[in-house]
């Protein structure tokens, strides 16, 4: 019996500049993701009954399990779990490998950090981590490049979540181009709304309100080097283009913005298609005060303190028994 457990970053876009969809329906981006030191943690066991089983376990930041999200996670069919379906993608170049005869029976286990559905690609985080994991259970030896390939078919934010770091996501956010960010320590107030955001509804929505055959405008150099520095008093310049389309849907995240900028954050933003908002703070101690004064915040449900830029999918341990 194997072992392996790897962890894989949720994110926040600091730009998400958004084209006018094409053909297949997907919208071309240009994007800045920053990973997050919220992480989900696979564990995936090979087992002797065949078939795939997955158990999701969700966790509040002081270390008490969220029964909600758990119930949430359970009410996923299996086969639309991201989890699972990167484990299937695995599955087949395992089954032709050495793993064959082990390859047929998989226990995966989640244990999530992530907000779900907050636009902080929690469900892209789990697909990363189970790439990465499967990648040594099965010894595959696939590279950085090929697990970007596999992810980009399982969702448009895994390859992010897989590098890490911060990163210039383009096609549909899903090329990667890292950026060199040497010493940057950005802490951030992330502020979770009561309910969560389909993102192709907001896609959607955007879609509404911005007709036409808009091109995704990509960062200058200048702001580029302005998001990959250390926060300064200005704070750089956050950039959402689906902003009006998750307030058309969710009014009262104007409410959590204004908050935020109220409670002294350098810069706020709504995390990729919403409906969480993540407030840029200049130090810890700072982020603890924005966060104190945001949970008295109407429309939010629950605020965390995290830091970035953190590291992308990677294994944590494994074992042999
Ligand atoms: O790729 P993923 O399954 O995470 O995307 C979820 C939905 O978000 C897609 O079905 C699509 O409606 C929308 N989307 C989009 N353009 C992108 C990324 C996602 O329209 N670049």
Same mark, same amino acid.
């Given at each position: 019996m194997r072992e392996v457990t790897a962890s894989a970053p949720g994110k926040v876009n600091l730009v998400l500049r958004v084209g006018a969809p094409t053909a297949d329906g997907y919208h071309p981006l240009a994007t800045v993701f920053e990973a997050l030191d919220l992480r989900e943690t696979v564990t995936v066991r090979t087992t002797r009954t065949p078939g795939t089983t997955v158990e999701t376990v969700a966790h509040l *930041? %002081? %270390?008490?399990?969220d029964r909600a999200t758990g119930e949430l996670m359970r009410a996923v069919p299996p086969r639309s779990h991201l989890a699972v379906r990167a484990a299937r993608a695995m599955q087949r170049l395992a @089954? @032709? %490998? *050495?793993?064959a005869s082990t390859a047929a029976g998989l226990a995966i286990r989640v244990d999530k950090r992530v907000p779900v $559905? %907050?636009?902080?690609a929690g469900g892209s985080a789990d697909a990363a981590a189970t790439l990465v994991a499967c990648n040594e259970l099965w010894g595959l030896g696939l590279g950085p490049g090929q697990l970007e390939r596999i992810g980009r078919t399982l969702g448009a934010d895994v390859p992010a979540c897989l590098t890490g770091g911060i990163a210039l996501g383009t096609g549909r956010g899903d090329r990667m181009a890292p950026l060199e960010c040497p010493g940057t320590h950005h802490h951030w107030v992330i502020a979770l709304a009561h309910e969560g955001l389909s993102t192709a509804d907001v896609f959607a929505e955007f879609d509404r309100a911005v007709q036409g055959t808009a091109v995704p405008a990509a960062p200058t150099d200048e702001e580029l080097a302005d998001l990959t520095g250390p926060a300064r008093l200005a704070g750089p310049r956050l950039v959402n283009d689906l902003t009006a389309a998750a307030l058309s849907l969710r009014p009262e995240l104007g409410g959590t913005l204004s908050a935020s900028r109220a409670a002294g954050a350098l810069a706020a933003i709504v995390s990729g298609s919403g409906p969480t908002v993540a407030a840029l703070a200049s130090s810890a101690d700072h982020a603890d005060e924005i966060a104190e004064r945001l $949970? $008295? @915040? *109407? $429309?939010?449900a629950r605020v965390l303190t995290t830091m970035g830029p953190a590291p992308g999918a990677r294994v944590e341990h494994q074992d042999e028994r």
């Open positions: *930041p %002081g %270390g008490d399990i @089954a @032709a %490998g *050495p793993w $559905a %907050g636009g902080m $949970a $008295a @915040a *109407p $429309a939010v």
